[in-house]
């Protein structure tokens, strides 16, 4: 099997790209984001990650749309009729009524003030037309939730990880967090799976607002109107002293939580929580995913060492006064 492999330089892409070769998959990668004509040649399947890559779309000043349809181009030129695309559960907005949890069949609701998400929703509805022209196309979407690892790259996630459990409002919305390692596997699945449709990924379960603000080390935040909230985050982001630009808020505010039911079927699974994919993936500290328990055992047994090592060093004290006289 030959893949054509797109963003392959980014933390993503080197972690897709070693999971498939090691399956003995042959993986090109594309010298751009939407790749030349000829590179679609002799490709059994093509894996678009660029899509879901907001920062080098905005380095290059272009969206997820720009260059699409030549890409659509290269697909039916060359006669490849499996994709996989890296799109966000973002697409489903962030808002008051969201059930909790969304599933694949959920409308696309993107936030109006958000454009990347509605970017993703068309390119979604664009694979989805081309898909439907011939019987034999598959299309693999993949809608993953926040992805961390020690290597994150995305300035969006990390500005949504920031904020998360940060904010002055009356509750803080629940949250979920997955870690690289387990997005590439699902891309994995989806290659080596011929996955069909759209597939939610994300952990099992989900980290509430409180617990977050916990891993974070953070105290109690003051608790004011969200209009207030808002001239704060706003004001915040605009004197670079706040995490969230003011297209992301509802993101932190409501909560956009996905079921991962689907992708379970199909023969993935997640190794890595939500905890600790937060940890790992912003400077949340070790010791606050620590149960109350086991803080209670650490602080007993840092007081019996300090209450040891007081013993010791009276003894010497003593020990070396005797031989003095």
């Not at 009729?81 to 489903?92: D, F, G, K, Q, T």
């Not at 409180?210 to 891993?215: C, D």
Request: net charge neutral; proline share 6%.
């Amino acid at each position: 099997m030959k893949v054509l492999l797109t963003a392959a330089q980014t933390g993503l892409g080197r972690r897709v790209a070693a999971s498939l070769a090691g399956d003995g998959v042959t993986v090109r990668s594309a010298s751009g984001a939407i790749p030349a004509l000829e590179e679609f040649r002799d490709i059994d399947v093509v894996v678009h990650l660029s899509a879901g890559d907001h920062d080098a779309l905005a380095a290059r000043g272009t969206n997820a749309i720009d260059g699409f349809p030549g890409f659509i181009d290269g697909l039916n030129k060359f006669g490849i009729e499996r994709m996989v695309l890296l799109s966000s559960a973002m697409v489903y907005g962030a808002w008051p009524n969201n059930p909790v949890p969304l599933t694949e069949d959920s409308p696309l609701r993107p936030d109006a003030s958000f454009a990347f998400a509605h970017q993703l929703a068309q390119v979604e509805g664009l694979l989805d037309g081309w898909r439907c022209e011939e019987s034999a196309r598959q299309v693999a979407v993949l809608r993953p939730v926040l992805a961390l690892s020690a290597d994150s790259e995305s300035s969006v996630v990390r500005a949504l990880a920031a904020g998360m459990g940060h904010r002055f409002a009356e509750d803080d919305a629940p949250a979920q967090f997955l870690h690289l390692d387990d997005l590439a596997q699902a891309v994995r699945v989806a290659v080596l799976g011929h996955l069909d449709g759209v597939y939610n990924v994300a952990p099992d379960g989900w980290v509430t607002g409180e617990r977050v603000r916990a891993l974070s080390g953070q105290g109690p935040r003051l608790k004011v109107p969200d209009r207030i909230s808002d001239l704060i985050a706003n004001l915040g982001w605009r004197f670079q002293r706040g995490p969230l630009p003011p297209g992301l808020v509802p993101y932190v505010r409501h909560p956009w939580l996905v079921s991962n039911d689907r992708l379970r079927e199909a023969g993935w699974r997640p190794s890595i929580t939500n905890e600790q994919s937060y940890v790992e993936g912003t400077e949340a500290k070790w010791w606050t995913m620590l149960t109350p328990k086991r803080k209670q055992e650490l602080a007993l047994g840092g007081m019996v060492a300090v209450v040891v090592a007081a013993v010791v060093l009276t003894v010497a004290a003593v020990r070396r006064r005797q031989r003095a006289h």
